[in-house]
């Protein structure tokens, strides 16, 4: 299969300008200076878009009367009015003055003011003294040598693909210290790509930079779907991520609702009335002051109470209460959310599958985020599994589809995984063929398995896709046997029991009791699977290990583990897993060193002591 990345292709001169535009980050708050980029990249845009308008109109003027300075015209393309003092060329002019801050600034009121959908959103303080006016000009100069807005380069939305890239690297740059706006694309694709929001209203509550949205539209067009069949409705709580979002929506020309202002869903939602045909979010994971406890009496707990020191089923709830009768949600959480029963939580996601609401899960591989380390899934939860004939889907009534998707991705790094185009449309069409009628689906061992509610209900209501999947051929996974390396196993029979063994070869092992060849109960039973093993560098520890697991309490480990999905990693995690783990924490920590020596720098430059 072809390696497609999902960020799109390299287009040449990114990396001169993120270097530039890093340069400035020692001097400013990390969360800052990525709006200093996007609000020049924002400015650009607009301006290029207005200015191949206006040379279009005043070329056509001798002959088709038209205006370049007739307003309506740029209104009825979906350009933005840039006024004189605003355009471009003259802040390209000015760069290299020292007052190019105060220029940009100035450009910035005047748009707004020309252009009232944009009141309150753009950046204003260039101006500010911690801005190095030396590279904010170098900064402008880089820009200037690219197309945004003009036909060509709207036509390839190179704009598009700049906003994303650094979107990415802001995310990237920031770490767990920033990045909440930004949900990986491959994430957003795989979404967008399972419900296919053809037709209808998308809404996310919680929207970040607007990314679900851009994703949506962008899908529509890809698919000969027309723009206007769908209608954004959106809602974001950090007033300067909704800023980002609506400049990000604004220069794509996508019609949202965003409200007036920026809003928390929970306690103030801006959209009360609103029942969505698709919803596509991204929420915080495992928010603990999301401010429960005034809102005991909701009237979107219609499956229960969500806990207040976890807002995981609060945003559940949230989301079924905003779906219309056939409306379908697709959201990211945190892998808990699938097996939790404290604080009710395991009630509510019983009550809700008692509902038959849950039509697919989702689970990940790590890494795939830059903010956070922890596992997450995906949920796909429809109104209704009925089968609807005008959309292809068949009925599925009593069913929810298991995906366990950990194994898929690529490292892009040393730290991150990405999912690609082919990984996506694996996901995406074994969804699609399960859900929609005429579908040629089949059950694949490890991979995907359609469940019934009653086998739902023998597993505790947990929707860990590992529960339900089973394994492929072990044979495939097992650690090939190394010169001095010794292993503890654990096999699991199909009257559900568990043989644990210690060996120096798990394949050979695995052949024996397959065979028969074992212990004299085991000959009774088939062997299923190997669901976990650890390695060790001596027969003495193995056989240690051994002993422990075969007590009550390692017997318990055991299952506990391989609930919720984590038996390998735990006891003896492989070496990948734990050289990606020692390299997210040795990343983490070059960049709070990066962020102190900048600081240290700062303060022996106002001591004298600076270059």
């Known amino acids: 299969m072809a390696n497609n990345t999902s960020n799109g292709a390299n287009l040449g001169f990114e990396n001169k300008l993120w270097e530039m535009a890093d340069k400035m980050r020692g001097h400013m708050d990390s969360g800052e200076y990525k709006h200093v980029v996007l609000g020049l990249i924002f400015l650009k845009y607009i301006s290029d878009a207005f200015q191949a308008k206006y040379d279009d109109l005043a070329n056509r003027q001798a002959t088709d009367y038209t205006d370049p300075e007739d307003r309506d015209e740029y209104s009825a393309a979906n350009i933005f009015w840039v006024p004189k003092e605003a355009r471009w060329e003259k802040l390209r002019a000015g760069a290299k003055q020292p007052v190019i801050g105060q220029l940009v600034d100035d450009a910035m009121v005047a ?30 100069d880089i ?84 723009l206007g069949d769908i209608a954004v409705y959106g809602q974001e709580s950090n007033p300067t991520t909704w800023k980002l979002a609506k400049m990000n929506l604004a220069i794509r020309g996508i019609d949202t609702d965003l409200g007036q202002h ?15 045909d698709f919803i596509l979010a991204n929420p915080p994971f495992n928010m603990s002051d999301w401010g429960g406890e005034r809102l005991k009496e909701d009237v979107r707990w219609k499956y229960g109470t969500p806990p207040v020191n976890n807002a995981n089923y609060a945003w559940i709830s949230h989301f079924i209460h905003h779906l219309a009768p056939n409306g379908i949600a697709g959201f990211v959480l945190a892998n808990g959310s699938m097996s939790t029963s404290t604080s ?81 449309q694996s996901i995406s069409n074994v ?86 060849q074992s212990a004299e109960w085991t000959k009774k039973y088939k062997p299923i699977y190997i669901p976990h093993y650890e390695e060790f560098n001596s027969r003495e520890e193995a056989v240690a290990r051994e002993k422990e697991l075969k007590t009550t309490s390692g017997r318990r480990w055991i299952k506990k583990a391989i609930a919720e999905g984590r038996a390998r990693q735990a006891g003896g995690i492989p070496f990948e897993e734990k050289m990606a783990g020692l390299s997210a924490t040795l990343y983490e920590q070059f960049v709070k060193s990066k962020e102190l020596e900048a600081v240290i720098r700062k303060n022996l430059e106002v001591l004298g002591y600076g270059k």
């Open 431 to 516: 969804y699609h063929q399960w859900r929609n009628a005429g579908g040629d689906y089949k059950d694949k061992p490890g991979w995907w398995k359609s469940a019934t509610l009653d086998e739902i209900k023998s597993h505790g209501y947990v929707l860990t896709p590992g529960r339900y999947v089973g394994a492929e051929e072990v044979e495939d996974e097992l650690p090939a046997p190394r010169p001095g390396v010794f292993f503890v196993y654990v096999i699991k029979y199909e009257n559900d029991s568990y043989y644990i063994g210690q060996t120096d070869n798990i394949p050979r092992r695995w052949q024996e009791h397959i065979s028969g």
């Open 111 to 140: 748009i707004e003011k020309e252009n009232p959908s944009l009141k309150g959103v753009l950046p204003k303080n260039y101006s500010r003294p911690a801005l190095d006016k030396y590279r904010l000009g170098q900064l402008i």
């Open 344 to 424: 009710g939580e395991g009630d509510i996601r019983k009550a809700i599958l008692e509902a038959d609401m849950v039509d697919c899960m989702i689970a990940l591989p790590g890494q795939l985020f830059y903010t956070t380390q922890i596992p997450v899934c995906l949920w796909f939860v429809a109104k209704s599994k009925k089968a609807q004939p005008q959309r292809g889907y068949r009925d599925r009534s009593g069913e929810t589809l298991f995906i366990d998707a950990r194994k898929m991705g690529k490292l892009i790094d040393r730290v991150h995984r990405e999912l690609d185009d082919d990984d996506i």
């Open 143 to 226: 820009i200037s040598n690219i197309g945004l807005g003009d036909g060509v380069s709207r036509s390839k939305d190179i704009l598009g693909r700049v906003y994303e890239y650094f979107l990415g690297r802001f995310a990237a740059a920031e770490g767990k210290g920033g990045g909440e706006f930004y949900t990986p694309q491959c994430i957003v694709k795989l979404l967008v790509a399972m419900i296919e929001p053809f037709k209808g209203r998308v809404y996310d509550p919680c929207c970040g930079s607007g990314g679900m949205f851009v994703s949506s539209e962008r899908f529509v067009e890809e698919h000969g779907g027309r």
């Open 262 to 276: 920026q809003g928390d869903s929970f306690q103030n939602d801006l959209h009360k009335d609103l029942k969505a």
